[in-house]
């Protein structure tokens, strides 16, 4: 048995284990495949660093980011651990120093990233090198549709597989699914041993809040916790730049952060942050894992986080020491829209958008829970817990009232239109707002016409929300947003349940958004899938998407919604090239089914040559075997068709040109028929 105990105290200076780190090294020791899922600032890198120095051998450790490997790396060599990186960020001398010790034997811990593994001479060396163990930090990174995916994570299994060592992997953020898809990918659907330490990080403070004025809401929660170190995250570069002047003009010392900027800024905020106090970042998500700094104190959400598993990730980064940290994080209508939109416009299958969109829902859920956030936050990665006492909610108990007719509205009028319609479209019907939608459909007939008029448009959209935050409705991804209802809404459809809504976020909900969609919020998920399409196109022709369809033919396109080929000729920007490299797949999007349209038809389209051959067809169809029926059939070729709808011959002697003898024979006179009546 390994004793581990002098090791942790000389080499890392602690004389005890955190709970669940001395089962998971000692598992990790003997040379088991193991799964830990610990929470952030639990301790990982204890749990294989220890290991590697009680094993023979070179422990691999695959990370995501070079800066985190040099953190690691330069604690390790502090410590008296002999350990180096293989990066791109490596100087040549540190390059020739982590060769040499490898040679030599005395390496211990050899960090890489995961993209160095699609070298060819990777494996070569780390054949070579007496590998004995593979450890993979950030683990959660090997799912495909995750938030933090990186595609070189696919390779880390097909390495254990050619060096026969166990693995251990590791990360903070891992629901039941992404546990799967890490089992999976990893260790080929064997079961490795898991631990799970549980989600729970009770010194921090969870908050959530409208956003009401969200610059002046930034301003205040920094101006409150003055001097200390913070990170805030928003949803756009430009933002990011401009919360963070505004920091500054209000005395605080902040930086920007975000993807667009050259590597070698990055890297100076990076190391101002691990290094000054006080210091906040106004960043994008670029700015994510491996922060290794223990002592931030608080983050602020400035747009709501892309789903649940980020947002925890996110607010992961506070009070890593341990001590106290704070969270706020702001949500209004457009980032939701924002949210959507980002994930129907993505090129995921149905089946995953949906699963995006449960995700998105549950963090709503969190927004808008009327109990102890902490409960739902951990509630939705399985564990149970009483209420914290530590959360916004727990602080000041929401008001709530019985919000049972309202939603019982919303679903009738949800059924009564065939779940086939967003909650734009339901709002006007519930508002009796007559619009060309409600016309051309006849909802203005429906029971349901104009019987929520006790609440506003605003309200109207804050209920909706609090309905998906409980997730009695869900987008359908294949019908472009429509809602529909879920099993846990049918009770409360019949009146056998009653539901409990917040009261202040339907109170508040009376500011407008303050820019203007693009298209309605009824369009905006057609709009969304349109650009899907476009991109994808545009990926595989490697061309920027506006030379597919710029933004305003696709916006025609959701606004008018063109049944078919003819229809969809008349949008601006669809020109008879583009109508026949693009049309049809862009219909589908539209109607979900394919137009079979003869090529010589499909040239017509959109002009009165179509229409004029499309009647034509209809009378060939009527005496393809004479005029009673009784004769041999007989019938013109597609492309004689179009010819005459084309060329419109006058006369019995023209029309026989194009027809010849036996076909003037029999559809010569009806065709000049319809040809006179086409003017």
Same mark, same amino acid.
């Given at each position: 048995?390994?004793?581990?105990?002098?090791?942790? +105290?000389?080499?890392?200076?602690?004389?005890?284990? =955190?709970?669940?780190?001395?089962?998971?090294?000692?598992?990790? !020791?003997?040379?088991?495949?193991?799964?830990?899922?610990?929470?952030?600032?639990?301790?990982?890198?204890? @749990?294989?660093?220890?290991?590697?120095?009680?094993?023979?051998?070179?422990?691999?450790?695959?990370?995501?980011?070079?800066?985190?490997?040099?953190?690691?790396?330069?604690?390790?060599?502090?410590?008296?651990?002999?350990?180096?990186?293989?990066?791109?960020?490596?100087?040549?001398?540190?390059?020739?120093?982590?060769?040499?010790?490898?040679?030599?034997? +005395?390496?211990?811990?050899?960090?890489?990233?995961?993209?160095?593994?699609?070298?060819?001479?990777?494996?070569?060396?780390?054949? +070579?090198?007496?590998?004995?163990?593979?450890?993979?930090?950030?683990?959660?990174?090997?799912?495909?549709?995750?938030?933090?995916?990186?595609?070189?994570?696919?390779?880390?299994?097909?390495? *254990?597989?050619?060096? #026969?060592?166990?693995?251990?992997?590791?990360?903070?953020?891992?629901?039941?699914? !992404?546990?799967?898809?890490?089992?999976?990918?990893?260790?080929?659907?064997?079961?490795? =041993?898991?631990?799970?330490?549980?989600?729970?990080?009770?010194?921090?403070?969870?908050?959530? !809040?409208?956003?009401?004025?969200?610059?002046?809401?930034?301003?205040?929660?920094?101006?409150?916790?003055?001097?200390?170190?913070?990170?805030?995250?928003?949803?756009?570069?430009?933002?990011?730049?401009?919360?963070?002047?505004?920091?500054?003009? /209000?005395?605080?010392?902040?930086?920007?952060?975000?993807?667009?900027?050259?590597?070698?800024?990055?890297?100076?905020?990076?190391? +101002?942050?691990?290094?000054?106090?006080?210091?906040?970042?106004?960043?994008?998500?670029?700015?994510?894992?491996?922060?290794?700094?223990?002592?931030?104190?608080?983050? %602020?959400?400035?747009?709501?986080?892309?789903?649940?598993?980020?947002?925890?990730?996110?607010?992961?980064?506070?009070?890593?020491?341990?001590?106290?940290?704070?969270?706020?994080?702001?949500?209004?209508?457009?980032?939701? *829209?924002?949210?959507?939109?980002?994930?129907?416009?993505?090129?995921?299958?149905?089946?995953? *958008?949906?699963?995006?969109?449960?995700?998105? #829902?549950?963090?709503?859920?969190?927004?808008?829970?009327?109990?102890?956030?902490?409960?739902?936050?951990?509630?939705?990665?399985?564990?149970? %817990?009483?209420?914290?006492?530590?959360?916004?909610? @727990?602080?000041?108990?929401?008001?709530?009232?019985?919000?049972? !007719?309202?939603?019982?509205?919303?679903?009738?009028?949800?059924?009564?239109?065939?779940?086939?319609?967003?909650?734009?479209?339901?709002?006007?019907?519930?508002?009796? #707002?007559?619009?060309?939608?409600?016309?051309?459909?006849?909802?203005?007939?429906?029971?349901?016409?104009?019987?929520?008029?006790?609440?506003?448009?605003?309200?109207?959209?804050?209920?909706?929300?609090?309905?998906?935050?409980?997730?009695?409705?869900?987008?359908?991804?294949?019908?472009?947003?429509? &809602?529909?209802?879920?099993?846990?809404?049918?009770?409360?459809?019949?009146?056998?349940?009653?539901?409990?809504?917040?009261?202040?976020?339907?109170?508040?909900?009376?500011?407008?958004?303050?820019?203007?969609?693009?298209?309605?919020? /009824?369009?905006?998920? &057609?709009?969304?899938?349109?650009?899907?399409?476009?991109?994808?196109?545009?990926?595989?022709?490697?061309?920027? %998407?506006?030379?597919?369809?710029?933004?305003?033919?696709?916006?025609?396109?959701?606004?008018?919604?063109?049944? #078919?080929?003819?229809?969809?000729? $008349?949008?601006?920007?669809?020109?008879?090239?583009?109508?026949?490299?693009?049309?049809?797949?862009?219909? /589908?999007?539209?109607?979900?089914?394919?137009?079979?349209?003869?090529?010589?038809?499909?040239?017509?389209?959109?002009?009165?040559?179509?229409?004029?051959?499309?009647?034509?067809? /209809?009378?060939?169809?009527?005496?393809?075997?004479?005029?009673?029926?009784?004769?041999?059939?007989?019938?013109?070729?597609?492309?004689?068709?179009?010819?005459?709808?084309?060329? =419109?011959?006058?006369?019995? $002697?023209?029309?026989?040109?194009?027809?010849?003898?036996?076909?003037?024979?029999?559809?010569?006179?009806?065709?000049?028929?319809? &040809?006179?009546?086409?003017?």
């Amino acid at each position: 048995m390994f004793d581990s105990a002098p090791l942790l +105290r000389d080499v890392f200076g602690f004389d005890d284990f =955190r709970p669940g780190q001395e089962e998971i090294v000692d598992a990790v !020791t003997t040379g088991e495949n193991v799964l830990a899922i610990m929470p952030t600032g639990g301790g990982k890198s204890l @749990c294989f660093q220890l290991p590697a120095l009680l094993r023979d051998g070179v422990t691999v450790v695959i990370s995501p980011l070079i800066a985190l490997m040099r953190d690691q790396v330069r604690g390790l060599q502090e410590a008296g651990v002999e350990a180096g990186a293989l990066t791109s960020g490596n100087t040549p001398e540190e390059t020739d120093a982590v060769w040499e010790a490898l040679e030599a034997g +005395r390496l211990k811990l050899l960090y890489m990233a995961p993209e160095r593994l699609a070298a060819g001479s990777a494996l070569g060396m780390l054949r +070579r090198i007496n590998v004995s163990l593979i450890a993979v930090d950030e683990a959660h990174c090997v799912s495909q549709w995750g938030h933090d995916f990186r595609p070189d994570y696919l390779r880390i299994g097909e390495l *254990r597989r050619a060096l #026969n060592v166990p693995l251990a992997a590791f990360t903070a953020t891992a629901d039941a699914e !992404t546990q799967d898809e890490i089992v999976q990918k990893l260790f080929d659907g064997s079961e490795p =041993r898991k631990f799970l330490r549980g989600f729970d990080r009770p010194n921090i403070h969870l908050a959530f !809040t409208a956003k009401d004025g969200p610059r002046k809401q930034v301003l205040d929660f920094a101006a409150a916790r003055k001097g200390q170190s913070g990170i805030v995250y928003c949803g756009t570069r430009n933002k990011t730049e401009v919360l963070a002047k505004a920091l500054c003009s /209000e005395g605080h010392s902040a930086c920007h952060y975000h993807g667009g900027m050259e590597a070698d800024d990055r890297r100076i905020v990076e190391t +101002r942050f691990a290094r000054e106090d006080g210091l906040i970042v106004v960043a994008t998500v670029a700015f994510g894992m491996g922060i290794d700094k223990p002592d931030i104190r608080w983050v %602020a959400h400035a747009d709501l986080p892309k789903s649940i598993e980020a947002y925890y990730q996110e607010i992961g980064r506070a009070g890593r020491d341990g001590g106290p940290a704070e969270t706020l994080t702001m949500f209004g209508p457009d980032d939701i *829209r924002l949210r959507r939109s980002q994930i129907d416009e993505g090129l995921a299958p149905p089946e995953r *958008r949906m699963a995006d969109h449960a995700r998105l #829902n549950a963090l709503l859920g969190l927004a808008e829970a009327l109990k102890c956030r902490r409960q739902t936050l951990l509630g939705y990665f399985g564990e149970q %817990a009483d209420p914290c006492g530590k959360c916004d909610l @727990c602080d000041s108990p929401p008001e709530i009232f019985d919000g049972t !007719t309202p939603v019982r509205m919303a679903l009738s009028a949800i059924l009564r239109t065939e779940e086939w319609f967003g909650a734009g479209h339901l709002i006007d019907i519930l508002l009796a #707002n007559e619009t060309d939608k409600i016309r051309a459909r006849r909802h203005d007939t429906l029971s349901t016409y104009g019987i929520g008029k006790d609440w506003s448009r605003p309200q109207w959209q804050a209920i909706f929300r609090q309905m998906m935050g409980h997730d009695l409705v869900r987008p359908d991804p294949e019908r472009h947003g429509a &809602l529909r209802m879920t099993e846990s809404a049918k009770p409360i459809l019949k009146g056998e349940a009653h539901i409990n809504l917040r009261k202040d976020t339907i109170r508040k909900a009376t500011r407008r958004p303050a820019v203007k969609a693009m298209v309605s919020e /009824e369009d905006a998920p &057609l709009l969304s899938a349109l650009k899907a399409k476009r991109r994808a196109l545009a990926e595989a022709a490697r061309v920027p %998407a506006y030379v597919i369809f710029p933004d305003r033919t696709l916006i025609e396109m959701a606004e008018t919604r063109p049944a #078919n080929l003819d229809d969809m000729a $008349r949008v601006s920007g669809v020109g008879a090239k583009k109508l026949e490299r693009y049309g049809a797949t862009f219909l /589908e999007v539209l109607t979900g089914a394919v137009e079979e349209l003869h090529p010589a038809r499909r040239k017509l389209a959109g002009r009165n040559q179509g229409d004029i051959y499309d009647q034509l067809l /209809e009378v060939q169809s009527q005496l393809s075997r004479g005029p009673d029926g009784i004769d041999k059939p007989l019938s013109c070729t597609a492309s004689q068709l179009a010819k005459v709808a084309q060329l =419109r011959p006058d006369d019995p $002697r023209a029309m026989e040109q194009v027809l010849g003898d036996r076909r003037h024979e029999r559809f010569g006179a009806a065709f000049l028929d319809v &040809l006179q009546q086409a003017g």
